[in-house]
């Protein structure tokens, strides 16, 4: 192509509006610029319908799961979960799906992660001894957690992934259906009752979730680290084993 052709074909474009040589995609520079903040707003609406119909499907979901082995696979079944990734095993719940005591944790650690059990490290170990002072053994609970997998390097759940696993958590609630839920430490209690106060103030007293009677207590991590607390474990034990013998 000639010189004078080259630069006549240059002008043509700008003309035409092409003085941009580096976007992926043609862009109208005709449309004014209402126009294009409309196209703007009609994406992020189209975007947000879209995850409030992800939100509504999900939701949809895991309410129709009808048993712990549907619910287990739901959950197993999410990708987009940077725990996951990191985590070697998921740990979704043990113990006795039909007993009246339901204990929730806040999340594996490494030996539960190692295994794809809930509590079977020390804290496990001193949870054990616990129900054991008051005459219940590991095997007539049913074990689980706020999230199902290890949060890297034993970090606390962030809000957003309690968050997202709440509605498991509940489903798994409701088709356990205990007639007590003892939920160990302040991640578990405040994803649970959703109040202000920290477990300090919330433990010892019993609290009501979906007419469930929920007692608080100190995480056994927690009491491992911190002995001199465990007269107030106690005493939350009592309440506990009082209950029981109440119920039944
Ligand atoms: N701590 C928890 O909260 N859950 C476990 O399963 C183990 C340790």
Redesign the pocket.
């Known amino acids: 192509m000639e010189k004078d052709q080259k630069i006549s074909l240059l002008e043509w474009h700008l003309e035409a509006g092409a003085y941009s040589l580096i976007d992926e995609k043609p862009q109208d520079l005709t449309l004014s610029d209402l126009t294009s903040q409309n196209i703007a707003q009609n994406q992020q609406d189209e975007k947000n319908t879209t995850n409030a119909t992800k939100a509504q499907n999900t939701k949809q979901v895991i309410e129709n799961c009808n048993n712990l082995s549907d619910l287990k696979n739901l959950i197993s079944r999410i990708e987009t979960f940077n725990i996951k990734k990191t985590a070697k095993n998921m ?1 979704f719940g043990s113990g006795n799906e039909n007993g009246d005591i339901m204990v929730i ?5 490494s030996e ?1 992660d190692d295994l794809g059990m ?2 079977v ?1 020390a ?2 170990k001193l949870l054990d001894k616990m129900l054991h002072s008051i005459e219940i053994s590991r095997s007539e609970v049913y074990v689980t ?1 706020v999230l199902p997998w290890r949060p890297p390097a034993n970090r606390k759940p962030t809000p957003s992934e309690i968050e997202v696993f709440l509605p498991y958590l509940l489903k798994h609630i409701d088709l356990i259906d205990p007639k007590i839920v003892i939920l ?2 302040g991640t578990a209690a405040s994803a649970i009752l959703n109040l202000e106060e920290g477990i300090t103030k919330l433990r010892g007293k019993w609290h009501k979730f979906n007419k469930i009677d929920v007692m608080p207590m100190y ?1 056994p ?1 927690y009491l491992l680290r911190q002995p001199s607390q465990k007269k107030q474990a106690w005493a939350d034990l009592l309440e506990i084993k009082n209950k029981l013998i109440n119920l039944i």
């Open positions: 740990v944790g806040e999340a594996p650690g539960e809930p509590f490290g804290a496990g957690n160990l430490g995480h991590a």
